[in-house]
């Protein structure tokens, strides 16, 4: 049966708590599901970019959003089951951690929803971030349950932006804030995505 291929469609708005950007396009091609905050958001079109037409990538991405408040998005990417789950949160869970500090919550419920995919990339965060007190230990603690939902489940595999971050020239990956990643920054982003994807969801 033949499937029919729409264009391209990009909406940002404004939702109470943030912008939101959904870049969806389909086509043939396996489908990756991207799932993010505002670092996702601002990276969008590079990822795409990235991924090239061999993907079609299904973008959806909130400024300011958590873990816990993306879930419905991955609720809803985990019911069509795509070739691939790209997730990218957990950076406002640490720039959040004195109103909203069971951060761990969130995760669980997340990893119950990636756990039956069938290739996830799951994207450390940048452990430099700026912010309240326990905003680094929170930072570290999502990556330490990243590396270890990743050893303990052979669909889940890193993308280890915090190590790209902490290998590289901060100030070319990072603009001033030190939460979102420079054009460079971005570009880099889209390349460890991309190179995750291939090595790892093509086994």
């Not at 993010?36 to 990276?43: A, L, M, Q």
């Not at 990893?111 to 996830?120: D, G, H, Y």
């Amino acid at each position: 049966m033949l499937r029919r291929v729409p264009v391209v469609i990009v909406v940002a708005a404004v939702l109470a708590g943030g912008a939101y950007l959904a870049i969806s396009q389909w086509s043939s091609a396996p489908t990756v599901v991207v799932i993010g905050d505002s670092i996702t958001y601002f990276s969008g079109n590079d990822i795409r970019a990235a991924l090239g037409a061999g993907y079609d990538a299904d973008i959806d991405a909130g400024i300011g959003r958590r873990i816990d408040e993306m879930l419905p998005a991955l609720e809803r990417a985990a019911h069509t089951h795509p070739f691939a789950v790209v997730v990218n949160l957990g950076s406002n869970d640490a720039l959040q951690v004195r109103t909203h500090p069971d951060w761990r919550r969130g995760f669980d419920r997340m990893l119950a929803l990636l756990t039956s995919q069938r290739c996830v990339l799951v994207t450390t965060i940048n452990t430099r971030l700026p912010g309240q007190a326990g905003t680094g230990t929170v930072a570290n603690d999502i990556n330490t349950a990243l590396v270890s939902a990743a050893d303990a489940h052979r669909n889940l595999h890193i993308v280890d932006w915090n190590a790209a971050v902490h290998g590289g020239d901060e100030a070319t990956l990072l603009t001033p804030d030190r939460i979102h990643p420079s054009p460079a920054g971005q570009l880099t982003l889209a390349a460890l995505t991309r190179r995750a994807l291939v090595d790892q969801c093509h086994k």
